[in-house]
């Protein structure tokens, strides 16, 4: 069996594959552990599923918080006895990187984006909704072609609420009407009809200017069923899309 795991700066997501994708868990990423800490809790959370340790045979890892690999790597080694392939520049994904420096590119945007092409073909353009809100764009033979990033909705949330000491944390939603008439409805449809609006202009900017009009738009991420369901430009919603990114690249990367 395969443990794949998708490090974001505000959760890491945990995944076990067979064939198909047979659990699933998130863990805060902000949470210090050691490397015992990270091997516990990971063998706690298989056994929630049945899953033995010993089951696992391979591991992948795609990060963008450079600062608990060494914890994380050293628990997978000690307690699973594994040497993880973890995703960065050079590792094989069957896909061309046409930005100017390929290097730049996040894991999680590459993975969501091998995903996106392998499930639905291309062109294609992969909406994440996480810490950051990115769009990337995928060609018809697997080139990524131009991504861009945003600050997430609850991240734009939580910056207003830090900042503005009137206001307090409201659940983003949302409202029945955008003509709000109390601050916390008036919150949750700037919060929402702003990352709504957003959504639909980059996406219709994107295919304009690349020519790609008939690109398929897939979306992820914590906030992407809420989106997904308002948008007229999102046409698929996988709420995995990382975490079958991540098996594939381990497939071709150890293919012999």
Known sequence: MLLAFDVGNTNITIGVFDEELLGNFRITTKLPRTSDEFGLVIIDLLRQVNISK???TDVIIASVVPNIMYSLTSGVIKYFG?????????????????TTNPKELGADRI???????ELYGGPVIVVDYGTATTFDLVSEDAT???????????????ALFKDAAKLSEVEIRKPETILAKDTVTSVQAALFYGGLG?????????????GYTNAKVVA???LGKLLSEESKE???YNP?????GLKFVHDRCTRK
């Open 54 to 56: 010993d089951d696992i």
């Open 240 to 244: 995995h899309l990382t975490l079958y």
């Open 234 to 236: 999102i046409e698929i």
């Open 198 to 210: 957003q959504t639909e202009y980059i996406i219709r900017k994107m295919k304009e200017e690349s």
């Open 111 to 117: 993975v969501d984006a091998v995903a996106a092409y």
């Open 144 to 158: 990524f072609l131009a991504g861009v990033t945003s600050p997430g909705i609850r991240t734009s949330a939580d």
């Open 220 to 222: 992820t991420g914590g």
């Open 82 to 98: 594994i040497q993880p392939v973890v995703v960065k520049s050079g590792i094989k994904t069957g896909l061309k990187i046409a």
